[in-house]
């Protein structure tokens, strides 16, 4: 149990940190990036558009790698400070 709080207090000051740079544009891309699978994934169900179903799972792929990749970026930290 204190091994989880302590793992809950080091993401804490992980998430309110200051990334370098380089993450942060890693990090807009990848909402941007991101973003625009969405919509077109909203776009389709909602206008019933039809699209390709391997389309459709490609662009779930790629928004879960978005995630994965903005939520990294997000917890690095510069000068690696514990």
Known sequence: MKKLKLYYILLKARWGA???????KLKKY???????AIAIVVANSSLSLNLNSSLMNGLGYLITACVGI??????????NQQ
Not at 70 to 79: D, I, K, Q, V
């Open 18 to 24: 200051e990334s370098p740079l380089l993450f942060k």
């Open 30 to 36: 990848a909402y941007s990036v991101g973003g625009s």
């Open 70 to 79: 903005a939520g990294t970026s997000h917890l690095t930290r510069e000068n």
